[in-house]
């Protein structure tokens, strides 16, 4: 840039002419022709030539610095094309890049969302953290004594895309969290349901579905000992399941139905009699949203 700006100031001298008097032809300020003659800018693309018909100079001879003879202006301007085809192709490849990295970044932020809001099946520390997060938020006109910040998961049960857990606070609370499998990452899996809380020694049921198939799962912690079984009827048919250790986690897949019954619920004893069901069950809903 210092010898384009001493070589204007030359020619320009040599001409005769004042800063003000070149500025005033190229339809400039003075200023811009002493930034140019100080190095301090450079001339714009599009003013070149009108620049270089002024001071009696080929383009070439400018972007030089220097006056060239006969022999060196086709050599010069052959070299200042490549360079400028380099200098495009650089450009070029540096906005390839820049949308490459913008890209790369845009699909970072995108999958990270899904799978950090997700953790594996084995991580029952993050299990216990996204059931807290879920099941605590706040339901207007519905009050809990669970302590989310003590829950701990003591089951887990699976059944296809669906991973259901058992939780308890240690002070006789109990609840149940429904996780859904996170779509782009199938071993992972997020927050999507759930009772907030569950009456100690009553069995609890959380339904959905939809025409493809219902899902029913029946949950429960500290029940009465005297509790070996339980019922219930979906689409005409009866289940009876075993209770074990005074817990229950079951989940259901029925699948070509939308039926999501699941009554009446029956407690048995260890000899197939039914419990007082008033006692053992709260199949009311609870909202999880």
């Known amino acids: ?94 906005g390839v890049l820049a949308a490459a990295l913008a890209i790369a970044l845009a699909c970072g932020v995108y999958f990270g969302y ?71 990452f199938p071993d992972r899996w997020r927050s999507g349901g759930g009772k907030p809380q569950l009456s100690a020694g009553k069995l609890g049921s959380w339904n959905f579905g939809d025409p493809q198939e219902a899902v029913i799962i029946f949950c429960g912690g500290d029940l009465p000992a005297e509790a070996a079984y339980y019922t219930f009827q979906n689409s005409g048919v009866t289940y009876t399941c075993p209770i074990e250790e005074g817990r229950v986690l079951d989940v259901f897949l029925l699948p070509d139905t939308a039926d999501i019954s699941s009554y009446p619920e029956h407690l048995l004893d260890e000899n197939g009699d039914v419990l007082p069901m008033e006692r053992f069950s709260e199949s009311a809903a609870v909202p999880a949203d």
């Open 1 to 94: 840039m210092r010898a384009i700006g001493q070589l204007i100031a030359a020619r320009r001298k040599a001409l005769g002419l004042s800063q003000a008097e070149l500025a005033e032809r190229l339809h400039v300020t003075d200023k811009a022709v002493s930034r140019w003659e100080t190095g301090r800018g450079m001339p714009a693309v599009d003013s070149l030539e009108q620049l270089a018909e002024a001071l009696g100079l080929s383009v070439s001879e400018l972007l030089s610095g220097r006056v060239l003879t006969a022999e060196e202006l086709p050599k010069k301007a052959g070299e200042q094309i490549v360079e400028s085809l380099r200098r495009e192709w650089r450009m070029a490849w540096r």
């Open 114 to 184: 899904f799978y950090f809001r997700s953790v594996p099946e084995e991580d029952l520390v993050g299990l216990e953290q996204l059931a807290a997060d879920y099941l605590g938020k706040p339901r207007r006109g519905f009050t809990v004594d669970f302590q989310y910040e003590d829950l701990r998961i003591v089951e887990t049960e699976r059944r296809g895309d669906y991973l259901a857990a058992l939780c308890t606070d240690g002070a006789g609370h109990w609840a149940m969290c429904v996780y859904d499998r996170e779509e782009l």
